[in-house]
Every structure is written in C-alpha cells, then in structure tokens.
C-alpha cells in the first residue's frame, strides 16, 4: 500500500489503496495556508472573527469582505481559496431563501449546515468536479417563535409554545464548520486556517461549554485569539474583520451585523495589550534563567 498519491490523485473518484481520496487532502492543505477564521459561541449570541493577511500596501482597508451574510441572522465565514468560499455564500444564500421560501420562516442552523455540507460533499464523488478548497464557519440565531416543533415549521400555536413544552427548546445559537471533505460538526468554538492549533488551544482555555461568556466579552476574546494566532506569521500585516449575531434582546436584535467599529477598536485595543502582556512576562521568565546560569 502506498501513502502517497501517485497514479491515485488525478480524480477524485478515486481510492488509494489504503482508503485515502488525495484531492480531499490537498483540498485540506489549501485550507492550512488560508488566514485563521474562529468561531465563538456565546451565551447570548456567536461572534466570527478572521485574519485577512494584507498582500499589497495597494488594498483599499475594510474592503474585500471575508465574512458574508446568509440570511437575516446567518453569517458565513470561509478560510481556503477565496473564491470557493464566495461559490459556497452563493449556494447557502440559495438553500435559505429556498427554506423561506417553502416553510415561510428563517432556515435552522442545523439544516443549512446540513445542506451546504451535503453540496460540499457532493463535489467529492465526480471525476467531473474538484473538491472545494475552503472550511467554512456557520453562525446564526435560531429565531425563539419560529422552530420546528412536532413536523411543524413555521409561527403556528405549536411553534410558538416550543418554549413552554417539556423538554423542548426554541431557538438559541448555532455554530457549525464544515470541511473540504462535506463534514460538518456543532460546535462551542471553532477553528480554521492557518493558525487552528494556536486558536484551538485558546479556545479550550474559555470553558464555552458552561454558556457564562457573554456576546461583548466574545468579541474581545476572539481578537485576543486571532492576534495570538497571528503570531506564528507576524512578519505580515492583517486586518481584523468581525461579525456577531445575538438574540432578539441583544445588541443585533436577532439578526447577523458587523460588529460596529468602536467596539472592534476597543477589542483590538485589548488583543494588543494581552499579546504585550504575554511578551512582558516571557521576558521577564527569560531574564530569571539568565540569572540562575
């Protein structure tokens, strides 16, 4: 058995050997050199965050948008080739106004995760096609009086007392990525790009499990993360762009935004003095080995 992809690589309708579809991993490969694109879910809402590298002095700021919305309360954000990722925002874009269009109310999280997955996935099975080369991030706010509720999509009476029945929850948020490969899971906090395992382990340390980080505190944490996982390449310039989505009593008012300037000045503020905070203490550890040689 082989492990590498001679002879096995040219479709990708093809097995190797050993069970391993090699355009699927080039696909994840591109995904690695892509920018760092999280995802944090909060108690009252998500909030998506994403390093966008500048690659020319000639770039107008705050243009080219990497984060897009799919819906009302749905956003997107890709890291990969750009390009696939505005493909995938178009079909999403069609899979909600599709669901509205049938169901007459917003398209679950859940479900658009599930169809914009099953159409990645189908780019995998036809020598015809090639896989896309992004993973995307799914953030949304499952509207609390719209849910499906016994086979009933929609604002009727069962809808509307999801709430109030026994073991059923309305609404919430929703955060879900899905791979080159069509897989897609739910998630407290995800990451991508080229930064993951320094976003990811920074993730883990903010108990999101427990729901106490609130939609505000969200937001300056995923700048803090997406400046720390800059650092492995701090040689480039980025700029940071960041969306939310709250609930209908928070500050978007259920629907997906971008997260208003000041306050993304002031979460980037707070990055900058961690990531010094960081520096001072390395320096500080560094100077007390020196003085114990």
């Given amino acids: 058995?082989?492990?590498?992809?001679?002879?096995?690589?040219?479709?990708?309708?093809?097995?190797?050997?050993?069970?391993?579809?090699?355009?699927?991993?080039?696909?994840?490969?591109?995904v690695?050199?892509?920018?760092?694109?999280?995802?944090?879910?909060?108690?009252?809402?998500?909030?998506?965050?994403v390093e966008k590298i500048i690659t020319s002095k000639l770039l107008k700021s705050g243009g080219n948008k990497r984060i897009a919305s799919i819906d009302r309360n749905f956003g997107m954000i890709s890291s990969g080739l750009v390009p696939d990722g505005r493909h995938l925002v178009s079909r999403a874009r069609d899979e909600a106004a599709s669901w509205r269009t049938s169901y007459k109310c917003p398209i679950p999280s859940s479900s658009l995760a599930f169809r914009v997955g099953s159409y990645v996935q189908a780019y995998t099975l036809y020598s015809s096609v090639r896989p896309f080369g992004v993973t995307t991030i799914l953030a949304g706010w499952d509207s609390e009086t719209e849910s499906r509720v016994d086979g009933q999509v929609g604002s009727g009476p069962k809808a509307a007392l999801a709430g109030k029945t026994k073991g059923t929850k309305a609404g919430g948020p929703g955060l879900y990525m899905i791979e080159p490969s069509g897989l897609?899971?739910?998630?407290?906090?995800?990451?991508?790009?080229?930064?993951?395992?320094?976003?990811?382990?920074?993730?883990?340390?903010?108990?999101?499990?427990?729901?106490?980080?609130s939609?505000?505190?969200?937001?300056?944490?995923?700048?803090?993360?997406?400046?720390?996982?800059h650092?492995?390449?701090?040689?480039?310039?980025f700029e940071l762009e960041m969306s939310w989505v709250?609930?209908?009593?928070?500050?978007?008012?259920?629907?997906h935004e971008q997260v208003p300037k000041e306050l993304l000045e002031q979460a980037e503020t707070f990055a900058k003095r961690a990531?010094?905070?960081?520096d001072d203490e390395d320096t500080a550890t560094g100077g007390g080995e020196t003085m114990e040689l």
């Fill in 1 to 30: 058995m082989t492990s590498i992809g001679t002879g096995y690589d040219l479709t990708n309708s093809t097995f190797s050997p050993d069970g391993r579809n090699f355009q699927v991993e080039y696909a994840s490969k591109a």
């Fill in 32 to 49: 690695e050199n892509g920018g760092t694109a999280i995802g944090i879910r909060c108690r009252n809402g998500v909030v998506l965050a």
């Fill in 184 to 213: 897609y899971w739910g998630y407290y906090g995800a990451a991508t790009g080229k930064g993951r395992q320094t976003a990811k382990a920074e993730l883990e340390k903010l108990d999101l499990p427990s729901g106490n980080l």
């Fill in 215 to 229: 939609l505000e505190q969200g937001v300056k944490e995923a700048a803090r993360i997406i400046y720390a996982a």
């Fill in 231 to 237: 650092e492995d390449s701090k040689d480039k310039d």
């Fill in 246 to 255: 709250s609930s209908s009593d928070g500050p978007t008012q259920g629907r």
């Fill in 275 to 278: 990531m010094e905070g960081d």
